[in-house]
């Protein structure tokens, strides 16, 4: 494998003028054209079955190509056939899945080769696309298949675009962002998560406790999907119309578009958790924690335990307060005066900056800069069925929690169901699966800037409370179900923890 840090340099501007030459092209004679980022060619001979004019998108089409004496060799990535012919609106072919090809130019001469080969290498230094990347697999989440995935999934398409990169796996819990905190982030053009969405949320923590964190969370990432719910490649891929697929997470990814990614800091007390997905609390919870005891089953056991759940349907008592997004001041109580769920930090805080926090000279990220004595808050009042807090649209790939998220849209989507029926319950969950749910009058659906859950018991119970988890890990536990093996909580069940809304810190992959 060639060492990452080649090619370091700067790129070259780019020839903008149109090659045509002469050329036999998948052994056919044809009259080949290189114009902009466009690759097309007609036949000037015989025209063989499926033969007639095509054209590839560099952008859209092309994992990547070699010279090769007179060949000008190019992998293809293309939806229907290997090439897609002209769109009578010039933009290309139509739907279809995205499948592997190669098309094989060969010149007049090795030069000629050589020429186009710059000429497409030119071209595709002006599209974005990562050079160097870090990849990190996590081999044992969802079935335990991500080194896999990375061979026979991600690998081959990596290679064909000619991208160098560093795959490093997981050993233990919090490993990645372990990884990504120490990371030499100048050697990498991103960074890569093979697994599911928890170890993605682990490099952006470790990302932001570095010393250069403002820097390193700029960084792109991505996630190709290895876990048991995936929901944020399936929200980057619904939210551009592409179909769920591995080979379609990759490519978005070689093909280098990158979106804004809110970054959610989860507070207590001096106790801090960075979340760029979801949090839940009650039905959701209990369903994606309790469920890991059923875990042989795959993605078969949420199904399993959610009927399970509803027949012993549980009530949360407690209070969420939240600063209602503009459209939404309707929604709730209004609340005449709230505390901070930041402890003084006085002494280890900028003054005049709350997002850093100094500490032997080490400067960390500590949440978005609020001033809380400005902000209005409201409040809804228990028992809850379930509260779902979500920065995407997806949960998993067939689960749509929240129809009107945004990646970066400065708010957070929170839908709080309300107490219910065990059957009304049962339809929500059903509902889930397009987002239809959120329309029964059982759930309220909104946006906030910020949101504070108090969360109570279990009603009916004097002792036992619920669970609070934060992209599939368990941030709060008030049931004293923890096993021997799971480890220390983060925060405390019973306290209030906070959530605030960092616009468009990360950076993320996506297909466009």
């Keep these: 494998m060639a060492d990452p840090e080649a090619g370091a340099g700067g790129s070259p501007e780019p020839r903008e003028e149109t090659l045509v030459e002469p050329a036999r092209v998948n052994g056919s004679a044809a009259e080949a054209t290189l114009s902009g980022t466009e690759l097309a060619w007609r036949p000037t001979g015989p025209i063989r079955d499926g033969g007639g004019s095509r054209k590839l998108e560099l952008e859209s089409d092309v994992l990547g190509f070699q010279v090769e004496g007179r060949a000008l060799k190019v992998a293809t990535f293309a939806r229907g056939e290997e090439a897609r012919p002209?769109?009578?609106?010039?933009?290309?072919?139509?739907?279809?899945?995205?499948?592997?090809?190669?098309?094989?130019?060969?010149?007049?001469?090795?030069?000629?080769?050589?020429?186009?080969?710059?000429?497409?290498?030119?071209?595709?230094a002006t599209l974005g696309r990562p050079k160097r990347l870090l990849i990190i697999v996590n081999p044992y989440g969802?079935?335990?298949?991500?080194?896999?995935?990375?061979?026979?999934e991600v690998l081959p398409l990596i290679?064909?675009?000619?991208?160098?990169?560093?795959?490093?796996?997981?050993?233990?819990?919090?490993?990645?962002?372990?990884?990504?905190?120490?990371?030499d982030l100048r050697k990498y053009d991103g960074v890569i998560c093979v697994s599911g969405d928890g170890i993605l949320v682990e490099v952006v923590n470790g990302?932001?406790?570095?010393?250069?964190?403002?820097?390193?969370?700029?960084v792109p990432l991505g996630i190709i999907p290895a876990g048991t719910g995936n929901g944020m490649v399936q929200a980057l891929?619904?939210?551009?119309?592409?179909?769920?697929?591995?080979?379609?997470?990759?490519?978005?990814?070689?093909?280098?578009?990158?979106?804004?990614?809110?970054?959610?800091?989860?507070?207590?007390?001096?106790?801090?958790?960075?979340?760029?997905?979801?949090?839940?609390?009650?039905?959701?919870?209990?369903?994606?924690?309790?469920?890991?005891k059923f875990r042989w089953m795959g993605s078969a056991r949420i199904d399993f335990y959610s009927l399970l759940r509803v027949v012993n349907l549980?009530?949360?008592?407690g209070r969420i307060l939240f600063v209602p997004a503009p459209g939404y001041e309707g929604i709730g109580d209004p609340v005449e005066h709230t505390t901070s769920c930041k402890s003084n930090e006085a002494g280890n805080t900028n003054e005049g900056d709350t997002s850093n926090v100094c500490n032997n000279e080490t400067c960390t990220y500590s949440g978005p800069s609020v001033d809380e004595a400005d902000l209005e808050w409201r409040s809804l009042n228990g028992p809850f069925v379930n509260a779902w807090i979500s920065n995407i649209a997806f949960a998993s790939e067939g689960v749509m929690i929240a129809p009107q998220a945004q990646f970066a849209d400065g708010y957070l989507d929170a839908a709080i169901i309300k107490d219910c029926?065990?059957?009304?319950?049962?339809?929500?969950?059903?509902?889930?699966?397009?987002?239809?749910?959120?329309?029964?009058?059982?759930?309220?659906?909104?946006?906030?800037?910020?949101?504070?859950?108090e969360p109570g018991l279990r009603v009916g119970s004097s002792t036992i409370g619920g669970i609070i988890d934060a992209d599939?890990?368990?941030?709060?536990?008030?049931?004293?179900?923890?096993?021997?093996?799971?480890?220390?909580?983060?925060?405390?069940?019973?306290?209030?923890?906070?959530?605030?809304?960092?616009?468009?810190?990360?950076?993320?992959?996506s297909p466009r």
């Design 207 to 218: 990302l932001l406790q570095r010393n250069d964190w403002s820097t390193a969370i700029k």
């Design 142 to 152: 969802g079935k335990r298949g991500a080194r896999k995935i990375f061979q026979t």
């Design 86 to 124: 002209p769109s009578p609106l010039g933009c290309g072919g139509g739907g279809g899945d995205r499948k592997r090809g190669e098309v094989v130019v060969e010149m007049e001469s090795e030069d000629a080769a050589q020429r186009w080969g710059d000429a497409i290498r030119d071209r595709f």
């Design 472 to 509: 599939g890990e368990v941030l709060a536990r008030g049931d004293v179900t923890r096993s021997g093996d799971e480890p220390e909580h983060l925060m405390a069940y019973g306290a209030p923890i906070q959530l605030t809304v960092d616009q468009g810190l990360a950076t993320i992959f």
């Design 314 to 317: 549980r009530r949360y008592s």
């Design 237 to 292: 891929l619904h939210s551009s119309g592409e179909p769920f697929s591995m080979s379609n997470a990759v490519f978005a990814i070689i093909r280098g578009h990158k979106r804004a990614l809110d970054v959610t800091s989860v507070v207590q007390g001096k106790t801090k958790f960075f979340s760029v997905m979801m949090l839940t609390w009650g039905l959701v919870a209990d369903i994606d924690i309790e469920s890991e």
């Design 421 to 453: 029926p065990r059957s009304v319950a049962l339809r929500l969950l059903l509902g889930m699966k397009d987002g239809s749910y959120i329309e029964s009058p059982y759930v309220e659906y909104f946006k906030v800037k910020a949101l504070r859950i």
């Design 159 to 183: 290679e064909a675009a000619g991208i160098h990169y560093i795959m490093q796996e997981t050993k233990h819990r919090l490993h990645a962002q372990e990884i990504a905190r120490s990371l």
